[in-house]
C-alpha cells in the first residue's frame, strides 16, 4: 500500500514536472510541491478551525486559562501539517535517505522550531529595520528565505544520506 501511494504521488508531482526538467532539478521540484500541497492545507485547516471550529472566540482551556483562537486554530493546523511534511518529505522528496526514521523525525521536529523561531525573528527584523516595505512584500521575503534555508537543512541535515562504512578485511 505504502509503495503504491507514493508511486501515485510521485507520479502526479513528475507529471507537472516535465515541462520544468531543464531549469528544476527533480529533487527539488518535489520539494516545492510537497511543500506547496503542506502548505496549502495548512492555511485551509487554520482557515476553517479559526472561523469554524472557534468562531473566532478564545480557547477556554481550564479555569480561567483561555488561548487566542488564532493560537489555537494554528495548533490544530499544526498538529496535521507536521506530520503530513514530515512524511511526504521522508517519502516523496527525499527516499534515498537512509537514516533511521525516528533520527529522521527528530531532526524534522529540530528544523522546524528552528524555522519557526527564524521566521519570528525574522519578521521583527524585518519590520524594525524595513519600515517602508509593505509587510506582505516583507513576508514574502522571509517566506523565500526560509524555504530556500529549509531545503537545504533538510538535503543536508534531516535527510541525508549517510555513507556506510564496510567491514576492511584486508
Not at 40 to 54: G, R
Not at 63 to 69: F, K, P, T, V, Y
Not at 107 to 133: D, E, G, N, Q, V
Request: hydrophobic residues 50%; contains cysteine.
Amino acid at each position: 500500500m505504502h509503495d503504491r501511494v507514493r508511486h501515485i504521488i510521485v507520479g502526479f508531482i513528475d507529471f507537472f514536472h516535465r515541462p520544468f526538467t531543464r531549469v528544476i532539478p527533480t529533487q527539488t521540484f518535489r520539494y516545492l510541491a510537497c511543500g506547496g500541497i503542506n502548505t496549502v492545507l495548512n492555511i485551509v485547516i487554520d482557515s476553517l478551525a479559526y472561523n469554524h471550529l472557534f468562531h473566532r472566540h478564545p480557547v477556554h482551556i481550564y479555569g480561567g486559562l483561555s488561548i487566542a483562537a488564532e493560537v489555537a486554530a494554528w495548533l490544530i493546523a499544526f498538529s496535521i501539517s507536521f506530520p503530513a511534511g514530515f512524511v511526504l518529505s521522508r517519502h516523496v522528496v527525499f527516499p534515498e535517505s537512509n537514516l533511521h526514521g525516528r533520527i529522521q523525525l527528530f531532526r524534522y521536529a529540530l528544523t522546524t522550531a528552528t524555522f519557526i523561531l527564524l521566521t519570528y525573528l525574522l519578521i521583527k527584523a524585518f519590520s524594525y529595520c524595513l519600515p517602508m516595505i509593505n509587510q506582505t512584500v516583507r513576508y514574502t521575503a522571509i517566506c523565500i528565505i526560509t524555504a530556500v534555508l529549509s531545503y537545504i537543512s533538510q538535503r543536508r541535515f534531516t535527510f541525508k544520506t549517510v555513507e556506510e562504512k564496510g567491514l576492511n578485511l584486508d
